[in-house]
């Protein structure tokens, strides 16, 4: 057997719930969280208080069981009522969002990309990793690195997106530095088939924010690239304020804004949260390090032909759904390429 447990960490208390809806993507930094609980529950929580929700499952060998699945800060409580049921939703967001909405001034000595990041984090006592974690240091010194009276954090994800580095939050709260995917994930066995662990299908083509040309400017340079994919004459302008910027960084700024718009993405649904309980069992008596949900930045085997897809794909968002019966992942995958 399995349970979903809703705890806020910062009182000890459990929560009873009815709803549970989880976000994470390789898009947005944080986690958020929508959790709908009884409205005896009220007084167990309040704004800006943290929140976990873990996986509790007796196959798991590691975390006593209890798998963390997302950590968030409680942005919003809103109680309501109608002819059936009185109800609270509670929303948060993984602790990144104090960065994200904080706007001061600073400026930092010339330091690595991973150095930037983790002094940001210490200021808000948000803990930073890099992953792989093994390897030490591997991204490349940042030359100037500047903000005034604003969120650093634009900044942040400009430097890592012209490094080919993504920032996202984890399960834990922190804030981690990680490289796109490179190898399918093979040792826990996910996959996506039609006709086996595939509920629904849906495929995207989308153009409405899609440019003909993208032109980045900084330092006095411009870098411009054309997509020829988009037969049309529209232009995106992108005007970093920053006094030095490499010319390679500042073409790759423009590719990247380019493949991220024009990627066509496949959405799938899919019972539970990750792994069967055979795949769990599966994975022998270490599970510690090895991933058991569905999570952005997974490049694993995809097989859906009425989608006309039979390929490696990366997982770009996931949203985690629970009632008390049932639990559910829609899955949104792209080529790799459009995070490189």
């Known amino acids: 057997m399995s349970r979903i447990i809703v705890k806020n960490a910062s009182s000890g208390r459990e929560l009873l ?43 798991i060998k590691d975390s006593g069981g209890q798998r963390l699945v997302t950590t968030v800060l409680v942005d919003e409580i809103t109680a309501g009522a109608d002819i059936e049921k009185h109800s609270v939703l509670v929303i948060g967001r993984s602790p990144a969002r104090d960065i994200i909405d904080s706007a001061w001034q600073d400026r930092l000595p010339l330091r690595t990309l991973f150095q930037i990041t983790q002094t940001i984090c210490d200021k808000f006592g948000i803990n930073c990793a890099l992953i792989p974690d093994n390897i ?19 900044k942040l994800v400009t430097e890592a997106d012209s490094q080919g580095f993504i920032l996202t939050s984890n399960e834990a709260g922190g804030l981690i530095v990680w490289q796109v995917a490179a190898t399918v994930r093979q040792m826990e066995g996910f996959h996506l088939t039609e006709g086996r662990n595939i509920k629904s299908i849906e495929w995207k083509e989308n153009g409405a924010e899609q440019y003909h040309e993208y032109i980045v400017t900084a330092a006095g340079m411009k870098a411009s ?59 022998g008596p270490v599970t510690k390090k090895k991933e058991i949900f569905w999570v952005p930045n997974l490049l694993i085997p995809v097989s859906m032909p009425s989608a006309g897809l039979n390929a490696s794909l990366l997982i770009a968002e996931v949203e985690q759904e629970a009632d008390t019966e049932t639990m559910s992942s829609t899955v949104t995958l792209v080529n790799r390429a459009a995070y490189l």
């Open 17 to 59: 719930w009815r709803h549970i809806s989880i976000k994470k993507s390789l898009d947005d930094i944080c986690h958020t969280l929508e959790l709908e609980i009884p409205a005896g529950e009220r007084t167990k929580v309040r704004k800006h208080e943290r929140i976990e929700v873990r996986y509790e499952n007796a196959r």
């Open 136 to 154: 030490g240091d591997f991204t490349a010194g940042v030359l100037f690195f500047e903000w005034q009276g604003e969120s650093p954090w634009t």
């Open 225 to 283: 690239v054309i997509d020829d994919t988009c037969k049309n004459n529209r232009i995106l302008t992108i005007d970093l304020t920053k006094p030095v910027f490499e010319p390679e960084k500042l073409r790759r700024r423009a590719e990247t804004e380019m493949n991220r718009r024009r990627e066509n993405r496949a959405t799938v649904t899919v019972p539970g949260w990750g792994l069967t309980d055979a795949q769990i069992e599966n994975l």
